[in-house]
């Protein structure tokens, strides 16, 4: 008697959907979003969690902004002066006056210059032999500085005992000698104080009439005119913290579900492996977008690093770096059985990929069979893209040869990730 319903309510009554039937874009986009909502709450429902993706990339940003740098400032000196006359106390004053040397010291015997060096008590001794003003009333100018550096005797370096300070050559009557067991600082220290030996005898020589130069060099600087380090290392650091924030979720993703014993409730679900490879990669996606918008506001507003080009071109090349990392990321995770394994994927490749990457040296100083490497470094082309946008202003069609290689690679890497997914699903 009541096995049919009248017409008028069965046309009203909706028809129930099938549960696993159903494979329309519609219902696909509704179990993706389902699950993308639930990698989000399972990542934030964590307070560890919540402040490990928010906390420490600032941080790293701060530290990083203000510690990378190649820039000297306050390098300790001391000075011998052995002329003791006006011109070498002017010279000793301009010398204390730069920004980039402290004078600690005043030297006025031979024994203190090693003294000085080896206890680390200075980087650089300034020496300015006798006879220093008559040189200039005689040659219109300082002559060019003598260089030796504390250290560079590898074999007295490593057996404790110090070189004998040399002796500056007659033509030359002043001589700088740097603390050469850090290279680089040296080398920097150096070349500064010959630039400002250097000018002292061309201001010098045009106050006391003395000949002027046959030709004078000046240097500009395209893009960064002040040579601030901090322009060049920041841009570097959006690449670095988006990356390494981006595959410790991705990384994390499929490990952790293995570790809590709730990956096996996931494959008993309606999910096919596609649906489930974009779900883990969604948040991890989504969180590094948000921390390299982050990172860049950080950059112009708080570092004063110019933006000179595109957002358009700078979010086409993070994106698709974004693809990259975390297809590798999900290859990590789909490898690895616990968190520890997973983490220690991506510090196993984290390391390498920013040193190949050009980040802190020059990719054309290394060994050329590693700057082949460094071809498949997706790292290596978004930092010539962030690099570009940022300091040369650098168009979309300017960095295309640097987008296409990080297309391919975030192409190939999503493709080994969702084979190696579906490999260990099955």
């Given at each position: 008697?009541?096995?049919?319903?009248?017409?008028?309510?069965?046309?009203?009554?909706?028809?129930?959907?099938?549960?696993?039937?159903?494979?329309?874009?519609?219902?696909?986009?509704?179990?993706?979003?389902?699950?993308?909502?639930?990698?989000?709450?399972?990542?934030?429902?964590?307070?560890?969690?919540?402040?490990?993706?928010i906390l420490p990339p600032l941080l790293q940003t701060?530290?990083?902004?203000?510690?990378?740098?190649?820039?000297?400032?306050?390098?300790?000196?001391?000075?011998?002066?052995?002329?003791?006359?006006?011109?070498?106390?002017?010279?000793?004053?301009?010398?204390?006056?730069?920004?980039?040397?402290?004078?600690?010291?005043?030297?006025?015997?031979?024994?203190?210059?090693?003294?000085?060096?080896?206890?680390?008590?200075?980087?650089?001794?300034?020496?300015?032999?006798?006879?220093?003003?008559?040189?200039?009333?005689?040659?219109?100018?300082?002559?060019?500085?003598?260089?030796?550096?504390?250290?560079?005797?590898?074999?007295?370096?490593?057996?404790?005992?110090?070189?004998?300070?040399?002796?500056?050559?007659?033509?030359?009557?002043?001589?700088?000698?740097?603390?050469?067991?850090?290279?680089?600082?040296?080398?920097?220290?150096?070349?500064?104080?010959?630039?400002?030996?250097?000018?002292?005898?061309?201001?010098?020589?045009?106050?006391?009439?003395?000949?002027?130069?046959?030709?004078?060099?000046?240097?500009?600087?395209?893009?960064?005119?002040?040579?601030?380090?901090?322009?060049?290392?920041?841009?570097?650091?959006?690449?670095?913290?988006?990356?390494?924030?981006?595959?410790?979720?991705?990384?994390?993703?499929?490990?952790?579900?293995?570790?809590?014993?709730?990956?096996?409730?996931?494959?008993?679900?309606?999910?096919?492996?596609?649906?489930?490879?974009?779900?883990?990669?969604?948040?991890?996606?989504?969180?590094?977008?948000?921390?390299?918008?982050?990172?860049?506001?950080?950059?112009?507003?708080?570092?004063?690093?110019?933006?000179?080009?595109?957002?358009?071109?700078?979010?086409?090349?993070?994106?698709?770096?974004?693809?990259?990392?975390?297809?590798?990321?999900?290859?990590?995770?789909?490898?690895?059985?616990?968190?520890?394994?997973?983490?220690?994927?991506?510090?196993?490749?984290?390391?390498?990929?920013?040193?190949?990457?050009?980040?802190?040296?020059?990719?054309?100083?290394?060994?050329?069979?590693?700057?082949?490497?460094?071809?498949?470094?997706?790292?290596?082309?978004?930092?010539?893209?962030?690099?570009?946008?940022?300091?040369?202003?650098?168009?979309?069609?300017?960095?295309?040869?640097?987008?296409?290689?990080?297309?391919?690679?975030?192409a190939g890497c999503m493709a080994a990730a969702g084979?190696?997914?579906?490999?260990?699903?099955?």
């Amino acid at each position: 008697m009541h096995d049919r319903l009248p017409a008028s309510i069965a046309a009203r009554t909706p028809a129930k959907p099938a549960l696993s039937g159903q494979t329309g874009p519609l219902t696909t986009l509704h179990r993706l979003l389902a699950l993308i909502i639930k990698e989000f709450l399972t990542l934030l429902k964590d307070p560890k969690s919540r402040t490990v993706v928010i906390l420490p990339p600032l941080l790293q940003t701060i530290i990083f902004g203000y510690a990378a740098t190649f820039d000297l400032v306050d390098v300790l000196c001391a000075i011998y002066d052995e002329d003791r006359s006006a011109a070498s106390h002017e010279l000793a004053a301009r010398v204390a006056g730069s920004p980039t040397f402290r004078v600690v010291a005043d030297i006025d015997r031979d024994a203190d210059i090693a003294r000085h060096l080896d206890a680390g008590q200075v980087r650089l001794v300034l020496r300015i032999g006798q006879g220093f003003e008559r040189a200039l009333t005689l040659r219109g100018a300082a002559g060019t500085p003598a260089a030796a550096a504390d250290g560079a005797d590898s074999a007295a370096a490593s057996s404790g005992t110090s070189p004998a300070p040399a002796q500056a050559p007659s033509h030359a009557v002043i001589q700088a000698i740097a603390d050469g067991r850090n290279s680089n600082t040296a080398g920097l220290a150096l070349n500064y104080m010959a630039s400002i030996v250097d000018d002292f005898g061309a201001r010098y020589a045009a106050a006391h009439g003395g000949q002027p130069r046959p030709s004078t060099l000046v240097v500009r600087s395209w893009h960064n005119p002040n040579l601030l380090s901090r322009w060049f290392f920041v841009p570097g650091i959006v690449v670095m913290v988006t990356m390494v924030v981006t595959l410790i979720i991705t990384a994390l993703s499929v490990a952790r579900e293995r570790e809590q014993g709730t990956f096996d409730q996931i494959l008993v679900t309606p999910y096919r492996p596609t649906e489930l490879l974009i779900g883990k990669a969604a948040p991890g996606f989504l969180v590094g977008l948000f921390e390299a918008s982050l990172i860049v506001a950080m950059a112009v507003f708080w570092f004063g690093v110019p933006l000179r080009g595109s957002l358009l071109t700078l979010y086409a090349g993070l994106v698709l770096f974004l693809f990259s990392v975390v297809g590798i990321g999900l290859m990590i995770s789909s490898l690895s059985v616990t968190m520890q394994q997973g983490l220690l994927g991506m510090f196993l490749f984290t390391m390498p990929a920013a040193i190949l990457s050009g980040f802190a040296t020059p990719i054309a100083n290394m060994a050329e069979p590693v700057q082949w490497l460094t071809y498949v470094n997706p790292m290596r082309y978004v930092l010539i893209v962030v690099r570009g946008v940022f300091l040369e202003g650098a168009d979309l069609a300017l960095l295309a040869p640097q987008l296409w290689p990080l297309a391919l690679i975030g192409a190939g890497c999503m493709a080994a990730a969702g084979w190696l997914f579906r490999h260990r699903i099955q």
